[in-house]
């Protein structure tokens, strides 16, 4: 059973770039892993913006500056588009982000976020503005995101935007519960079920 989501308050992490796609999120490269080493890849998301070619540490990037921390990422409109490798979900999770806000997703990445214990939140394009800009004048700003009202409110400004989440991804969040762990609490219905067909 995975950490149960509620209501996530936290400072955010501002990576104000359109069309971040997978490779970025996690290059091809770290793709050989099969199985899901959260340290692993959290340590090499965005790896290729983090650290220079020699190694070294990218000091202008936002994950390497102390200045911005928290387990909300706040991107660009057109999130994880690109190929469908679901490493770049993990890797996220993986660094410890919780929450992941934009105005726009790319489908297949949006749902491996939800099948990973990542609440991709779509908000209006205003709203993501207005975000960025609060972070930028206050970086220890807090985002609230409430997933059982499925709203998510800028605590420096106090304005507020619904979500859209499908019910049963919510009811998996809300309950620790990945697919396999649904079908398992569910099984005397399923046999159940069976037993009456």
């Not at 995101?145 to 859209?164: H, I, M, R, Y």
Request: with cysteine; net charge negative; hydrophobic share 40%.
């Amino acid at each position: 059973m995975k950490q149960k989501f509620n209501v996530i308050t936290s400072t955010c992490v501002p990576l104000p770039l359109e069309n971040v796609d997978t490779d970025q999120i996690i290059p091809a490269r770290f793709l050989k892993a099969t199985t899901r080493e959260e340290k692993f890849f959290g340590d090499n998301l965005f790896r290729d913006w983090r650290y220079n070619a020699d190694g070294s540490l990218n000091k202008d990037f936002v994950l390497n500056n102390p200045t911005y921390s928290g387990c909300i990422l706040v991107a660009g409109k057109n999130f994880g588009n690109g190929s469908s490798r679901e490493h770049a979900a993990w890797a996220i999770a993986g660094y410890g982000f919780r929450v992941v806000i934009s105005s726009f997703f790319a489908d297949i990445h949006k749902n491996n976020e939800l099948n990973n214990f990542v609440l991709p939140v779509v908000v209006s394009e205003q709203f993501l503005a207005e975000l960025f800009e609060s972070i930028k004048a206050n970086p220890k700003m807090e985002v609230e995101v409430d997933l059982p009202n499925q709203t998510v409110t800028n605590k420096a400004t106090g304005k507020s935007e619904s979500f859209e989440i499908n019910g049963y991804k919510k009811h998996c969040l809300m309950n620790g519960l990945d697919d396999i762990d649904f079908l398992v609490a569910n099984k005397d219905k399923i046999v159940d079920w069976e037993q009456r067909q």
